[in-house]
């Protein structure tokens, strides 16, 4: 581990910045192939606009080509249980990206009818692309510096040890020839180290953010379908101009050429037709899938309607799991519909997972569970208070959780003129707006209390009714409920519950 101070770290993030300032100064008109100070400054200046151009290209172009994946494809996240399918059909497209700007570069100034001249025109340009890219990288490290953040050193790694490439390529050349593998290496050389610890660094970044995308929650179509795979897109586009964008100025003059962008362009195409028929789930990295046996229940404990609901929390829908899993499909009946509750509402219990949920699939079931089991909440007074302004009024609860035994968190949603309540010291927190709705005050409790029943007060600024949504979620499962879990293939990741829900009015 290499660590320093923040006081020497703003000294040496400066560094190269300062030396990219002197560099039309200090070069000669032989190594950067320019006569004047003024020719050099606008060439530093190019060259870094061309390399955040191939930076931008780099990530969209990986993008459009997830978008366009999707359009052909039902199956969202093929590479979610093999990363390498990703770098198979992403990676290609972004080298594609950071190749075109260097392409038009070089076939617009390079004359093909003047040897000489042209050898001149590559010095030019290979020096003004190179110190372009070395400005791009000191910049962005003294900016981030600059500001207090701590992750300057990255960039700051690759301007330091580039800056001597340039010229350890141009000796070699003249020793071996511009046109050997040598001179080619003695640029690459020196960036040896930040290249390992880029590779290593976007390795464990895809890794990760792989494993998270099968956790973001599913969202509203079709903005959640593509949302996994354009993310995974974007961030190996980054990878790229992490870790490739910084030898272009050399290496895009070998490889910089339309037969090599066109076979990446094809390749990468190739691969995402072929990735369409790729399983994108297994059993060490598995679909994640909420079933939930819920409970509708009245005030008095009186069963309303039981039902199995089920969510996702990734890109690919319920409907994905049915088409490929026919036991369930089989036993489920009626088939699942989507839900006419929001998902907020039907998996409150695991609120704030409940945000992320959308949207739902549900199946009417019977229950034999018995009244005493349901939870509920009893009024144990109000209180009202009056003065000049205003009537408000104290009201005391106390949830009963009846016979439930495994109880993982019983949430409240509030809604109406809440003043005050007796939860966390008696302070409201931000409202949520769900769903376009009024603003709720959400509290969640976990476990059971110590003294069987938890007992609270809310106090209300007026007369107006308020709205009290219960939700408790509990461990325990009905015979049936796991004998569905268990049906489900081996690569779905089942997380099951008991969910009791409840409306006060009061």
């Known amino acids: 581990m290499v660590y320093y101070s923040r006081k020497v770290a703003t000294f040496l993030h400066l560094f190269p910045l300062f030396v990219v300032i002197l560099m039309p100064f200090l070069a000669s008109e032989r190594s950067s192939g320019f006569t004047t100070v003024t020719s050099r400054f606008q060439a530093i200046i190019q060259g870094g606009m061309v390399h955040c151009f191939g930076f931008l290209l780099a990530i969209l172009l990986p993008v459009i080509m997830a978008v366009l994946r999707l359009c052909f494809s039902t199956t969202a996240m093929t590479w979610f249980g093999r990363p390498w399918v990703a770098v198979g059909v992403f990676l290609p497209s972004a080298m594609v990206g950071l190749l075109i700007p260097k392409a038009l570069e070089l076939g617009d100034k390079i004359p093909r009818w003047n040897i000489r001249k042209a050898d001149v025109i590559q010095v030019a340009i290979i020096w003004g692309s190179h110190w372009g890219a070395v400005g791009v990288y000191a910049l962005e490290s003294a900016v981030v510096t600059l500001l207090g953040l701590n992750s300057g050193f990255f960039t700051f790694w690759w301007a330091l040890f580039m800056m001597p490439a340039l010229s350890i390529h141009q000796m070699v050349s003249r020793i071996v020839g511009k046109h050997s593998m040598l001179s080619l290496l003695g640029y690459l050389f020196p960036a040896i180290l930040p290249a390992a610890y880029s590779i290593s660094s976007g390795v464990i970044m895809v890794q990760f953010i792989a494993e998270k995308m099968g956790m973001s929650g599913s969202h ?76 509708r229940t009245t005030g008095a404990s009186v069963l309303l309607e039981s039902s199995y609901d089920f969510a996702t929390v990734d890109a690919n829908s319920w409907t994905f799991v049915l088409k490929n899993a026919p036991d369930v499909a089989e036993s489920l009946h009626p088939p699942p519909k989507l839900s006419r509750e929001s998902s907020a509402s039907t998996f409150m219990g695991l609120y704030p997972i409940s945000l992320l949920l959308s949207p739902s699939f549900t199946v009417p079931v019977t229950s034999q569970r018995k009244q005493a089991a349901f939870p509920q909440l009893h009024l144990i007074k109000i209180q009202t208070m009056e003065d000049s302004k205003s009537i408000r009024r104290k009201i005391y609860m106390e949830l009963d959780l009846g016979s439930l035994k495994e109880v993982w968190a019983s949430v409240l949603n509030i809604t109406g003129p809440l003043a005050r309540w007796s939860f966390a010291e008696e302070q409201l927190q931000a409202p949520e707006i769900i769903n376009g709705g009024p603003p709720s005050f959400i509290c969640r409790l976990s476990g059971r209390s110590p003294n069987e029943n938890w007992k609270f007060w809310v106090e209300a600024s007026s007369l107006d009714p308020i709205r009290i949504d219960l939700a408790v979620l509990d461990q325990q499962l009905e015979e049936s409920t796991r004998n569905l879990a268990n049906k489900f293939p081996q690569w779905v990741a089942v997380t099951a519950g008991s969910s009791f829900l409840s409306s006060y009015i009061v």
């Open 220 to 295: 509203p179509q079709p903005f959640g379908f593509i949302l996994g795979d354009v993310v995974m897109a974007a961030l190996l586009g980054s990878i790229a101009v992490m870790c490739l964008a910084p030898f272009l100025p050399v290496l895009g003059v070998w490889i910089g050429t339309p037969h090599v962008i066109r076979f990446l362009l094809y390749f990468s195409i190739g691969a995402a037709a072929l990735s369409s028929h790729v399983f994108p789930y297994s059993t060490t990295a598995p679909k994640r899938l909420i079933l939930q046996h819920t409970f």
